[in-house]
């Protein structure tokens, strides 16, 4: 740990193992909320009627820098052979309701989880926020 005086820029961190560079990371200060991205964390989920899809839901600037303080309330489409089983945003004070099909991001994110409702096909997933760039994602459904 390091204490450091805040400035707006770029943090770079760097690992290594024997000399050798394992991974890096950088991040940036962020703008003024803009967008938003979806992340599936699978894109094909099974036709049984039980199968989920975690779709990891992350409010952007213009440049693609996650907002961390970012709170918009997050409203979700699904269009398909899928339905909203739930949403969350990891906030251990948030009295939302899990049923819902929106929710209130927290540290500039929150989770839409789809499910399947036992057809084949696809699912497209839609959300949008005032004042921000609406996302769509799509999940095969096999």
Not at 3 to 26: I, L, N
Not at 79 to 98: C, H, L, Q
């Amino acid at each position: 740990m390091w204490r450091v005086k805040y400035e707006p820029g770029t943090v770079k961190a760097v690992s290594r193992k024997k000399g050798k560079v394992v991974t890096e990371q950088e991040i940036r200060t962020a703008g003024e909320p803009a967008q938003i991205r979806l992340t599936p964390d699978r894109s094909t989920i099974q036709a049984d009627g039980k199968d989920l899809s975690f779709i990891t839901v992350e409010i952007l600037d213009k440049n693609g820098n996650l907002c961390p303080n970012a709170e918009n309330d997050m409203t979700f489409a699904v269009e398909g052979v899928g339905f909203i089983a739930g949403v969350d945003n990891g906030s251990p004070i948030s009295m939302e309701k899990f049923k819902n099909n929106h929710r209130k991001a927290f540290y500039g994110k929150c989770l839409v989880v789809v499910q399947n409702d036992g057809e084949p096909g696809s699912v497209k997933v839609t959300a949008t926020a005032d004042g921000l760039k609406k996302a769509t994602t799509a999940i095969k459904v096999k």
